[in-house]
């Protein structure tokens, strides 16, 4: 049982590639909408039918609320794995979860960190089209994790600390501080490079994309304003352009590195798009090819499935002779077997040895008497 938990507000834009990403890795999830007002909602019920959207109890964004929030419906959840993500952050494993997942309580570990990627737009000008994973069409940015230094951090474009290393767990909470860029589990502090999290802060850099970037300023809390959380919410669209300029000559093609090259990898054999809508537990059933048509979509003929049925049957009658000949040359060795005289081995019985023994002693009398 996997389950992935997301708190949203007007995120048409981006919730379907999200949840198409998604909705094959979880067996469930749970939506927690903040009053959207724009098309998020059905957009949900229809990409997730079998997951849940579930209304917010706050009426403004409060970050250490939230999470309160998230935590409550992990607590809600029976005994799994989980991770909590915001729409602009998309889950990529290296290698099948469940050999990470397993691999992890062989450890004794209930947790780790994912390794954070900031994506960056290398190609604005050129939108992501919605019938391909958003993963597969922007894919720059850096590696959340490559530096420390807060200074050195600043003069790259990136956020002064490391935020993006999402916690996947099989606790019952996560314990998150605020924000949930960091967890008082002690297995937060191992992180693993076969959890990728793709953070899509500076991309798709299109019209819609930085829109829905300063469309949360008006429902931002007075205390976290106060106390300084929250603020990127709070910026306007030339200063996100300011950052998006500074980042952005930084940023490289991250299916270069060996672990997201992977990952995409995995994620180009089953690609599909948003357009697609999956069925309830689709799981990777659902990028199955359907074998009831041909590639190029057209539908066999009885003349095509003729011609099939005389491929198999030739491939059957091919193999049962391949079966016979083997069995001729089994014969042969066995016989050539039996004809030898039997080899003193370590595993050789005691009445082995003294048949063999009593069968060369005639032989080995006359060779004593010949030599007296």
């Not at 193999?319 to 000949?325: D, E, F, I, P, R």
């Amino acid at each position: 049982m996997r389950a992935v938990i997301s708190h949203f507000y007007n995120e048409e834009y981006l919730l379907p590639w999200w949840l198409a990403h998604h909705v094959d890795l979880f067996d469930t999830g749970i939506l927690i909408d903040h009053g959207s007002t724009d098309r998020s909602v059905e957009i949900a019920r229809e990409l997730a039918p079998h997951w849940r959207v579930v209304n917010s109890r706050l009426t403004e964004f409060d970050a250490a609320l939230t999470d309160l929030e998230v935590s409550n419906h992990e607590w809600d959840l029976s005994p799994c794995w989980k991770i909590a993500l915001n729409v602009t952050e998309f889950l990529l494993p290296v290698r099948p979860l469940s050999e990470i997942e397993e691999e992890l309580t062989e450890k004794g570990r209930a947790g780790c960190a994912c390794s954070g990627f900031i994506m960056v737009d290398e190609d604005p000008g050129h939108a992501p089209t919605q019938d391909r994973p958003l993963v597969l069409q922007k894919h720059w940015g850096l590696d959340d994790n490559a530096e420390t230094v807060a200074d050195r951090r600043a003069d790259l474009g990136l956020p002064t600390f490391i935020a993006r290393n999402r916690f996947y767990h099989s606790n019952t909470t996560g314990l998150y501080t605020v924000g949930r860029h960091s967890s008082g589990h002690p297995d937060y502090a191992y992180r693993s490079r076969d959890l990728l999290i793709f953070h899509y802060g500076f991309a798709p850099w299109t019209d819609e994309g930085m829109r829905r970037k300063t469309h949360h300023a008006h429902r931002m809390a007075t205390a976290d304003i106060a106390r300084g959380w929250g603020t990127q919410h709070l910026l306007s669209q030339d200063d996100w352009t300011a950052q998006f300029r500074k980042i952005r000559p930084n940023a490289i093609d991250l299916g270069a590195l060996p672990a997201v090259r992977e990952a995409l990898r995995r994620q180009s054999e089953g690609a599909r798009g948003p357009s697609r809508r999956p069925g309830a537990g689709s799981g990777s059933a659902d990028r199955a090819v359907d074998p009831d048509r041909l590639p190029g979509g057209r539908r066999p003929t009885d003349v095509d499935l003729q011609t099939q049925i005389a491929r198999l049957q030739a491939a059957v009658a091919g193999a049962n002779a391949q079966v016979a000949v083997s069995r001729v040359r089994i014969a042969e060795m066995q016989a050539r077997l039996d004809a030898q005289e039997p080899l003193m081995t370590p595993n050789t019985r005691t009445k082995d040895l003294i048949a063999i023994l009593l069968r060369r002693l005639p032989g080995i009398v006359a060779k004593l008497f010949r030599r007296r």
